[in-house]
C-alpha cells in the first residue's frame, strides 16, 4: 500500500473538508445534541469508534485534560453510532471508580467511565466497553507471581513495554471480579475482551502444576508435532484459554446480558496465541478484531469472520493511523475511506482504532476525515444483511497453523525471536484469497469448525493442510462424492501417523497415492495439457521454492502435469569444477520429470484436483494463471456473479431472499492512491425460474439498464472511485 502522510493529504486538496460546517458548529456549541436516528443494537450500528487508551499515571498530566463532553460529542458529530471506552487498559488502570482494582490517578476523584456513558446516552451513540485481559502491567508489578514466565526467563519482558500475566494464577479471580464489578455498576451495551490469547507459552508454577495434575507430567519445551506430548500440550492450552474466555463472557453476562466479544483477530494467528476457533464461536456472541496487513488479509478476515459469526454484524476494526503502534502517521483519506468501505460491501460494521492523547484530549482534526467517511458509508447501510453468496470456499484450518520445519526447536527460540512465525497453510489460503478475489471467482472461507457450511459451495479449496482428521476427510470425501469439486495441494490429507506409513486420506478423490517428498529447495510443475500450457506461455515451467510431494497416480486419473527437478541439484552445486548448469540460477531438467504435479481426478459425481505444492502460496502472476485455468475446467459455470472489471475491484454478492433481491457491492482495492475510477459489467445469478425485474444504483435507487443473459442479469457499473452497490430485485 502507498502510504502518504496526512499532511500530504492535507496539501494535494483532498481535504477541503479539513473543517466541514456540521463539524464547526458543534465546536461552537457544547450542548448540542445530534440528530442521529435511533438504530438499534448491534443489528443496525455499522459505525463503531475506540480510542486507545493505553496511558500510565506517572505523570501529573496525563488524562487530566480529558473532557468527556469534548470527546463524545467530537465523535457523535463525526457520524459514529457506537463508542467501545476503555475501562481497564494495557497498564492495569481501571478508567471507572473501582473498589477492586487501582483506580487511573489522573480521574482526581472523577469518574470517567460513568461521564462518557452518560455522555453518550445524551448524544444517542450505543456504548461498548474494552476491558484488556491478559496484558496488565500493574498485576504484572504487583504480583510476581502472576506473572506469564516464558521459557527463557523474564529478562525480555523486563526490557519491554508489556507486562503480561497468566490466568492459570490467582490474576483470574482478580480479573473475574474487576468485570464482575464494571458491568453490574454501568450501563453499557457490550463487552470487547481484548488480548484472550497467550502471549507466549507458560510454565508457570500454576501452568506447570495444572499441567501435572491434568497428565501427570512435566509439560515439554521441545516444539514436535509428530510428539504426541506435544500435541496433548497445545490441546491443554487451547483448552485452558477457552475456559477461560468462558469464564469471562459467563461473568458478564452474569451481570447483565449484554453483547460479548472476545479480539479475534487471532483467527489467523499461529498455535504460539493457543487461540480455537471455538473461542470466537461459542465464547463470542459476534466476533470482532484489529488487523494491520493490508487489503488481501482485510478481505479475507471478513470472509473467515462472515462464516464464524453468530449475531449479526461482525465488526471489522483497523486503526486510523498506519498501524496503532505509529501515532501520528494518518493513513491518507483514500486508504482510511476504502479500508471503512470494505465492511460496508461484506455487510458488516466497521470500527475505527484512534488513540488518545497522554494529557487526555484528541486530535479532532481526524474526526473532520473520519466524518465525510461516515457520510458516505450511512445511505448504503439500510440495505445492508442477507446470505454471502460464493461458488467458492477456501477451507481454512486453525490447527495446521505452524510450521513443520519447527520440529526440534526450543519453545525458548520462539517467543520473541519471531513476531510472527511462519505458517506455510497460511500462505496457501491467502493466496488462495488474493487469486479469487483478483479473478472475480465468487468465494468464502470454511473452517475446521464450521465444516458443515460445506454444503452451501460448490468447490473447496484444501490448501496445505497439515491437519485433517479422519471425519474432516470423510465429509470432504462426501461432498466431492455428491458432485462438489475439491482443489488440494501439498500434503492436504496427509495422515502421518498411519501405522502402515504416511498416506493421504482422500486418495481415493485425489486420485494419488502418496510417496514422499522429491526435490529440495527448488522444484518445477511442468504442464502437459495444451491448454495448461497456454496458460503460463511464454513459460514453459512453473516454479516452487521447495520441494514437491511425490506421488503415484491411480488408473484413470488424469495427469495434466509433471513434477520437473532442477538441472543441478541446488544442494550440490560447488564452485570448485563450475557444479551448476547456471551461475545465478537454477534451470529445470532439459526434459520434464515423469512424476505426477498436477492430476483431475473424478470421483462420484464430482472431481478433485491435486497439485504436488502449494502453488496458490506465490504471488507470481503465472501461477495464479495457472490456478484459475484449471479451476475454471472443472468448475463450470454460472457463477453466482461474474464481472468484467480491473483485478483491483473485489465484488460481493448478499442474497436477501425474503426481500427477492441480491445486493451487489464493488470496491476498488486499487493500492497505489488516489482512487482511479474504474468500471464494470455485472453479470448476477438470478435464482432458477425467477426473472430480473430491476436493478437500481445505491444508495439512490436510481434504474440501471439491464439484460438477461442466460441465467444472469447483465448490467453495466459507470466509473466509481471507491465503492458502487447495486439492488438486483426479481420476481
Ligand atoms: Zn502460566
Known amino acids: 500500500m502507498d502510504r502518504r502522510t496526512f499532511n500530504k493529504v492535507l496539501t494535494t486538496g483532498t481535504m477541503g473538508l479539513a473543517m466541514p460546517g456540521s463539524f464547526v458548529q458543534a465546536r461552537q456549541d457544547a450542548s448540542m445534541v445530534r440528530a442521529e436516528p435511533a438504530t438499534q443494537w448491534p443489528g443496525q450500528v455499522y459505525r463503531r469508534l475506540l480510542v486507545d487508551n493505553h496511558v500510565p499515571d506517572w505523570d501529573p498530566v496525563f488524562l487530566s485534560r480529558f473532557d468527556p463532553v469534548d470527546y463524545v460529542q467530537t465523535i457523535a458529530t463525526a457520524g459514529f453510532q457506537a463508542l467501545m471506552q476503555y475501562a481497564i487498559s494495557d497498564a492495569g488502570l481501571c478508567l471507572w471508580r473501582t473498589k477492586i482494582g487501582q483506580v487511573h490517578r489522573g480521574m482526581k476523584g472523577r469518574d470517567y467511565f460513568a461521564e462518557v456513558m452518560d455522555e453518550c446516552k445524551r448524544q444517542r451513540l450505543h456504548r461498548t466497553a474494552l476491558f484488556l485481559v491478559i496484558w496488565d502491567n500493574l498485576a504484572f508489578e504487583r504480583h510476581p507471581d502472576w506473572r506469564f514466565q516464558p521459557e527463557e526467563g523474564e529478562d525480555k519482558i523486563l526490557e519491554g513495554r508489556y507486562g503480561f500475566t497468566c490466568f492459570n494464577t490467582p490474576y483470574r479471580d482478580y480479573v473475574l471480579s474487576l468485570v464482575h464489578e464494571l458491568v453490574s455498576s454501568y ?5 470487547f475482551y481484548d488480548m484472550t490469547l497467550w502471549p507466549g507459552v507458560c510454565y508457570c508454577p500454576y501452568c506447570t502444576t495444572r499441567y501435572w495434575k491434568e497428565y501427570n507430567t512435566e509439560p515439554p ?14 490441546a491443554a492450552r487451547e483448552r485452558w484459554l477457552f475456559e477461560f474466555a468462558q469464564d469471562l463472557t459467563k461473568t458478564a453476562k452474569s451481570a447483565r446480558p449484554i453483547l460479548v466479544e472476545h479480539q479475534f483477530a487471532t483467527v489467523f494467528l499461529d498455535w504460539r496465541s493457543g487461540v480455537p476457533l471455538k473461542l470466537g464461536v461459542e465464547a463470542s456472541d459476534s466476533v470482532g478484531g484489529d488487523f494491520y496487513a493490508g487489503l488481501t488479509e482485510f478481505s479475507l478476515a471478513c470472509k473467515a469472520f462472515n462464516g464464524l459469526n453468530r449475531v449479526r454484524p461482525f465488526e471489522f476494526m483497523t486503526s486510523a493511523t498506519k498501524n496503532i503502534m505509529d501515532f501520528v502517521t494518518v493513513k491518507p483519506y483514500g486508504q482510511l475511506r476504502v479500508e471503512s468501505l470494505l465492511p460496508t460491501v461484506h455487510s458488516a460494521a466497521s470500527l475505527t482504532i484512534d488513540a488518545i492523547n497522554p494529557d487526555g484530549t484528541i486530535n479532532h482534526n481526524l474526526y473532520a476525515v473520519l466524518e465525510k467517511i461516515n457520510r458516505e458509508r450511512a445511505p448504503y447501510e439500510p440495505f445492508l444483511g442477507g446470505s454471502l453468496m460464493a461458488d467458492v470456499a477456501i477451507y481454512y484450518d486453525k490447527q495446521s497453523m505452524y510450521d513443520p520445519d519447527e520440529k526440534g526447536a526450543h519453545v525458548a527460540s520462539l517467543f520473541y525471536h519471531q513476531p510472527k512465525a ?13 487469486i479469487l478475489r483478483e479473478g472475480h471467482v465468487p468465494f468464502s472461507v470454511i473452517t475446521n469448525v464450521t465444516l458443515e457450511q460445506l454444503r452451501d459451495y460448490r468447490a473447496v479449496i484444501v490448501p496445505n493442510v497439515l491437519e485433517l482428521t479422519d471425519e474432516q476427510a470423510a465429509k470432504f470425501r462426501s461432498f466431492v462424492e455428491k458432485g462438489g469439486v475439491l482443489y488440494a495441494s501439498g500434503p492436504s490429507s496427509l495422515d502421518r501417523f498411519n501405522k502402515t506409513g504416511p498416506r493421504y486420506l482422500l486418495e481415493d478423490v485425489l486420485g494419488v497415492q502418496y510417496k514422499g517428498n522429491m526435490g529440495t529447495q527448488v522444484t518445477f510443475l511442468t504442464p502437459k495439457d495444451d491448454e495448461l500450457k497456454k496458460s503460463i506461455w511464454p513459460q514453459n515451467e512453473i516454479i516452487h521454492k521447495g520441494p514437491m510431494i511425490r506421488a503415484e497416480a491411480s488408473p484413470g486419473a488424469e495427469v495434466l502435469g509433471t513434477v520437473t527437478l532442477p538441472y543441478v541439484d541446488p544442494e550440490s552445486i560447488h564452485v570448485i569444477g563450475s557444479h551448476f548448469a547456471q551461475q545465478i540460477s537454477d534451470p529445470p531438467a532439459p526434459t520434464p520429470g515423469s512424476e505426477p504435479g498436477l492430476v483431475v481426478n473424478s470421483f ?22 495457472l490456478f484459475l485455468t484449471v479451476l475454471r475446467r472443472v468448475l463450470p459455470g454460472p457463477y453466482y456473479f461474474e464481472v468484467d472489471a480491473h483485478p483491483s475491484v473485489e465484488m460481493t454478492l448478499y442474497h436477501q431472499a425474503e426481500n427477492q433481491r441480491l445486493l451487489a457491492g464493488l470496491l476498488n482495492m486499487q493500492q497505489q492512491l488516489p482512487l482511479i475510477p474504474l468500471s464494470a459489467t455485472v453479470r448476477v445469478q438470478i435464482p432458477l425460474g425467477r426473472h430480473g425485474r430491476h436493478v437500481t444504483r445505491l444508495p439512490d435507487r436510481e434504474m440501471i439498464p439491464f439484460k438477461t443473459v442466460g441465467q444472469y442479469v447483465e448490467f453495466r457499473i459507470d466509473p466509481f472511485e471507491a465503492v458502487a452497490m447495486a439492488i438486483v430485485e426479481y420476481d
Open 187 to 191: 450501563d453499557f451495551e457490550g463487552i
Open 221 to 234: 519445551r521441545v516444539v514436535d508435532w509428530d510428539d504426541p506430548e506435544w500435541r496433548r500440550f497445545q
Open 422 to 434: 511462519p505458517a506455510p497453510h497460511f500462505d496457501g489460503v491467502s493466496g488462495a484469497g488474493r
Open 604 to 625: 462420484g459425481r464430482g472431481k478433485a484436483i491435486w497439485v504436488a505444492a502449494p502453488i496458490e502460496a506465490s504471488s507470481d502472476a503465472v501461477n495464479a494463471q
